[in-house]
Structures are given as C-alpha cells and as structure tokens.
C-alpha cells in the first residue's frame, strides 16, 4: 500500500511557476510509476504527465508539454511536477497517483493524493 500527500499548490499569476511535491510513504515506492492529474470544477480528471518507476520515461498530455516537467526521487520517496509559464487553464485540483504499470487513464492507477489546488490569475 501507497500514501501520497501533495503540497505546493497556491495562487499564482499567468506566467507564473510552481512546483508540486508529492510525498509517498507505504512499501516499494520506488516500484510504481506515478502520475500527475488534475480536475477541474465541472470537468473530469485529466492526465497532466507520468513517469516510470526508474524515472527514464516520461509522457505529458499535449496541453503541458515544453512547459510542464516531472520527476522523481526514490531515495526521498517524492514525486515532483514543475510548472512553468502557467496559464489561467491550469487551474485545478492536481492529484498524484502510483500504479504499477505506466498509464494515462485515471483508472489505471490505484493510490491518490487527496490534492492540491493550483490557480492561476489572468
């Protein structure tokens, strides 16, 4: 089992930066990839980016890419979602999420972060 808390969300200006952090704790962390997601008021949880467990591939959904990165550090059982030139559609609710094997859809994965609240101010 996998508990993951997230921190590092707030108020920020388009243009703006932010980092996430997602601290796991539970056994084999290093075992499972870990996703990003987000949500946002009205709309289904969508995919933001993911990484394996060894940290050698990553994916992002196209509307992230080249601004957005993420990252990973067993040894500090922590996952990390750099955000670069925010724009006000980022706003949402981020999760993170581990599963075992290296997916996009939500249901893929099995343990979330109860989130954290990103937005970003025109």
């Known amino acids: 089992q996998v508990q993951l808390v997230e921190s590092g969300g707030g108020l920020v200006q388009a243009g703006g930066s932010l980092r996430l952090s997602c601290a796991a704790s539970?056994?084999?962390?290093?075992?499972?990839?870990l996703g990003w997601f987000r949500q946002a008021p009205g709309k289904k949880r969508e995919f933001v980016a993911t990484?394996?467990?060894?940290?050698?591939?990553?994916y992002y959904a196209d509307s992230v890419k080249g601004r957005f990165t993420i990252s990973r550090d067993n040894a500090k059982n922590t996952v990390y979602l750099q955000m670069n030139s925010l724009k006000p559609e980022d706003t949402a609710v981020y999760y993170c999420?581990?599963?075992?094997?290296?997916?996009?859809?939500?249901?893929?994965?099995?343990?979330w972060g109860q989130g954290t609240q990103v937005t970003v101010s025109a």
């Open positions: 999420a581990a599963e075992e094997d290296y997916g996009v859809s939500p249901y893929e994965y099995d343990y």
């Open positions: 990484i394996t467990w060894s940290g050698s591939n990553t």
């Open positions: 539970g056994r084999a962390f290093s075992s499972y990839a």
